[in-house]
């Protein structure tokens, strides 16, 4: 019978290779080797492994297996019962290599795009003339990429004396964009009285521009008026709202005097003019109702009809109460700290006896119709002593009791109102604290006339 040796693998070193041989995601490279040599012969085994991890770039699995088996049969004699064979495994050698390499490589490139060309980054886009990015609008390239030119309102350094972006020669700067100047063929409105481009002095416009017969007391020629003379002109004839007219050094109209300001049309000088207020309201202007008005002079909104808060009174001045107060009977209410409903003062009841009474009112006009809330708090004789409330002299409510906080709330139409609170006694007993408070009064659309 013939015998045969084999190297076996331990089950550590089996489950080792198995695992990592499942893993080829990971970025490591492991390498087992396991190395056995046992003789078959009842005596001796022995099994070595050794496990080798790293990490590379790269993925390659190699498995390199040497088995060798060398059967050498010496003499197999048979005897006629026995038969000996001899199988002798001289080398056996399964060597398994793993190697798992995982290479990831990620090059991210981010380009930013700004959605299209951008004036003054120095970059000549589609649809920009220039673009020099120095950030100075004098000079040959504006800050709008444009190419400097006459009329585009920024003074091209050097080359232009003035750019007002206007086509008028009758002002201080030309349409050539020169400053104006006397002998320049222009008449220099409110300046020059004439300007006849030539250098001869004894005609009718002298060479400063002056016609020649001005300050005679006679409008001649070139002149628009003379000393006093207007020649029935007025700041109304020139198309103005209001003013006064005068004649310049050089016989022209001076408008200086001369107003657009009650046309009822906002002009170049106007914030505002009659009922023309450019759209504003008293809301827009920082307050919450009211009328909104134009000045006489047209240049500043006239809020005395606009209303910045509605009336309240929450008592926390103290004492003395408001002015808008007014009090009657035999004693005024005052101010308490007496329980307060919030904060630290309430209005309470003046120190009355038998048979007495102490009111406080106020008088609001609502330009909108709106209501009147407010906190009461009572101690009095049950059903004998009452604090009541009253609009436009009509009682609204009375309360009698030992009462807590509560908060009361009436409508109240447009127009003008007034308001009572008054504790009332009768001819005997006193009760609790025996007097009323107030506290908290808010309005909707009330305010002190």
């Known amino acids: 019978m013939m015998s045969t040796r084999w190297t076996a693998l331990s089950p550590a070193a089996l489950t080792l290779t198995l695992l990592l041989a499942g893993c080829p995601a990971d970025d490591v490279a492991t390498t087992t080797e396991t190395t056995g040599d046992s003789t078959t012969d009842g005596t001796t085994t022995a ?20 088995p060798t088996t060398t059967t050498d049969t010496t003499n197999p004699t048979t005897t006629g019962e026995t038969t000996t064979t001899t199988t002798d495994t001289t080398d056996t050698d399964p060597t398994t290599s793993t190697t798992t390499d995982t ?42 990429c444009t190419l400097a030119v006459c009329g585009d309102n920024a003074v091209y350094e050097g080359v232009e004396e003035c750019d007002d972006a206007n086509l008028e020669n009758t002002d201080a700067c030309l349409d050539t964009c020169a400053l104006a100047t006397c002998g320049d063929g222009y008449v220099y409105e409110g300046v020059e009285g004439c300007d006849d481009a030539n250098d001869v002095d004894d005609d009718e416009c002298s060479n400063a521009c002056v016609p020649a017969l001005c300050g005679d007391q006679s409008i001649n020629g070139l002149e628009d008026c003379d000393g006093d003379l207007l020649g ?52 827009s202007q920082g307050f919450i109702f009211g009328t909104l008005a134009c000045n006489n002079t047209c240049d500043a909104f006239d809020t005395s009809g606009c209303i910045l808060s509605w009336f309240g009174d929450d008592f926390e001045k103290g004492s003395p109460l408001g002015a808008h107060w007014v009090f009657g009977g ?36 609502f330009p909108i119709a709106g209501n009147i809330s407010f906190w009461r708090r009572v101690s009095s004789e049950t059903n004998w002593d009452f604090l009541r409330f009253f609009i436009d002299g009509a009682q609204q409510t009375q309360w009698s009791g030992n009462l807590g906080w509560a908060q009361q709330n009436y409508p109240v139409a447009a127009g003008q109102h007034t308001f009572r609170w008054q504790y009332i006694k009768d001819n005997s007993v006193s009760s609790f604290e025996d007097a009323a408070y107030i506290d908290a009064i808010v309005t909707v659309g009330g305010v002190l006339p």
């Open 47 to 66: 099994t070595t492994t050794s496990t080798t991890t790293s990490t590379t770039s790269s993925t390659t699995t190699s498995t390199t297996t040497d």
């Open 103 to 144: 290479d990831t490589d990620t090059d991210t490139d981010t380009d930013t795009d700004t959605g299209g060309p951008v004036c003054g980054d120095g970059n000549l886009d589609e649809g920009e003339e220039c673009d020099d990015g120095d950030g100075v609008d004098t000079n040959e390239c504006t800050n709008a």
């Open 232 to 283: 029935g002109e007025s700041c109304l004839s020139l198309g103005f709202a209001s003013g006064d007219l005068t004649c310049s050094d050089v016989c022209v109209f001076d408008k200086a005097g001369c107003t657009t300001c009650g046309d009822d049309v906002i002009n170049e000088k106007d914030v505002c003019d009659g009922i023309d207020l450019g759209g504003e309201d008293c809301v």
């Open 330 to 365: 035999n004693q005024p209410w005052v101010a308490s700290q007496v329980t307060p409903q919030e904060g630290a003062w309430n209005g309470k009841s003046g120190l009355i006896t038998h048979s007495q009474n102490s009111f406080m009112e106020v008088t609001l006009n």
